[in-house]
């Protein structure tokens, strides 16, 4: 594992974590934020996007982006500024990004796919890929 910019408390806080606002920055300069559900290892966080997405499009435009996590009241939460990569496409069922979203979904899940050949399908079919999210730094409100 990468050593980590964040706090050992806040990666402590974070890691069973999985809501979140991505916050992206628009063409125009103005922010775009949505709603999504992520994975954090300690290192870095993993969302599932598609390719057409707003976000998507921002990210590779622009990869400074803010991952906004609410914790257990309103007023306790982290905005972790973070840089964005992305994974290629999945092309082909069970290919690399393919597993990865389907590691990805189990993460989150916290249960295995029923149907991994469907998954797979579906992430081809969706122009599926992984956004990785490598923290810079963090401010928050509330925390441990």
Known sequence: M????????????????????LATTRRDGTPQTSNILFAFDGSHARISVTESRAKTVNMRRHPGVVLHVLGDSFWQFAAVACTAELTPVSEHPADAVGQQLLTLYEQISGAPHPDPAEYYQAMVTDRRLIAVLTPVSAVGSGLP
């Open 2 to 21: 990468v050593d980590s910019p964040l706090d050992p408390a806040l990666v402590a806080w974070l890691r069973p974590r999985q809501q979140a606002v």
